[in-house]
C-alpha cells in the first residue's frame, strides 16, 4: 500500500489532493502537513511513506530548500512540488534537485490524479501545457552541482547546514540538535569541504540560494 504525504498549508487544496489520491490510487493511505517542520517530523516518525506533495511555498518552505533537506536526509522518498509558480526556470531547477514532478495549483482534478498515479509508477510528471517550455529551458549555472554536493551531505549535516543559514552559532546549534559542541565542529568541516564553502556564512549562502519569491505572496495562492 503506498503512502502518500500531502505538505500545503490550504486545507481546501489538501482536500483535492487527497481526493485525487483517492482515485487515482484506491489503496494508497494519506496523511498531511501543514509546515516544513511539520513534513521532516512526519517523515521521522513514519517510514512508509513514499511520496511528499510539498507546497513550494508553504510556512518554512522558501523554494527549493524544502526539497533538498527531504533529499538530503530521506532520500528514498519521492518529491513532487505543488506550486501557483508555473515559470518554466522554475520547474527546470526542481528537476535538476531532484524532483519527481511538479503540479501547478491550476491542475485540473484529471490532470492531478494523473500526476500521482505517474509518480507511484515511479514515472517523472510534468503538466503538460508547460513540457515544451521546461525542455527549452536552461539549467542554471551550477545547479545540478549544487544538487549533487547537498545530496552527499549526511542527515545530520544537512540540519546542521540549515540552522546555520538560520543564523544559530556552533553551541546553538549543539544545544538544539542535543550534541556535544565538537561533534557540530567536525560537522561544519565536513560540510565545508562538501560544499566548497569558505566559511560558515558561505555556507549558509549556498542553502539560501534554494530559496525562490513567492510571485503570489501578496495575493491568495
Excluded at 91 to 106: E, F, M, N, Q
Aim: charged share 25%; net charge negative.
Amino acid at each position: 500500500m503506498p503512502t502518500l504525504l500531502i505538505a500545503d498549508d490550504h486545507p481546501l487544496f489538501r482536500a483535492a489532493l487527497r481526493s485525487a489520491a483517492a482515485e487515482a490510487a484506491p489503496d494508497v493511505a494519506t496523511c498531511e502537513a501543514e509546515t516544513l517542520d511539520g513534513v521532516l517530523q512526519r517523515l521521522e516518525a513514519d517510514d512508509a511513506i513514499d511520496l511528499v506533495l510539498l507546497d513550494l511555498h508553504m510556512p518554512g518552505n522558501h523554494g527549493l530548500a524544502g526539497l533538498a533537506a527531504i533529499r538530503a536526509q530521506y532520500p528514498a522518498v519521492a518529491v513532487v512540488l505543488v506550486s501557483a509558480n508555473e515559470d518554466p526556470q522554475v520547474v527546470r531547477r526542481a528537476l535538476d534537485h531532484g524532483v519527481a514532478g511538479y503540479i501547478p495549483k491550476s491542475a485540473s482534478l484529471d490532470e492531478l490524479r494523473d500526476a500521482i498515479r505517474t509518480v507511484l509508477a515511479c514515472e517523472q510528471w510534468l503538466p503538460p501545457a508547460l513540457r515544451a517550455a521546461v525542455a527549452r529551458a536552461q539549467s542554471a549555472p551550477g545547479d545540478a552541482d549544487l544538487a549533487a554536493r547537498l545530496a552527499s551531505l549526511t542527515p545530520q549535516q544537512f540540519r546542521v547546514l540549515s540552522l546555520v543559514a538560520e543564523g544559530l552559532l556552533n553551541k546553538q546549534i549543539a544545544d538544539r540538535l542535543d550534541v556535544q559542541e565538537r561533534t557540530v565542529k567536525a560537522h561544519m568541516s565536513a560540510i565545508f569541504e562538501k560544499l566548497g564553502a569558505r566559511n560558515r556564512t558561505h555556507a549558509g549562502v549556498i542553502l539560501r540560494g534554494l530559496e525562490i519569491s513567492d510571485p503570489a505572496q501578496h495575493v491568495a495562492r
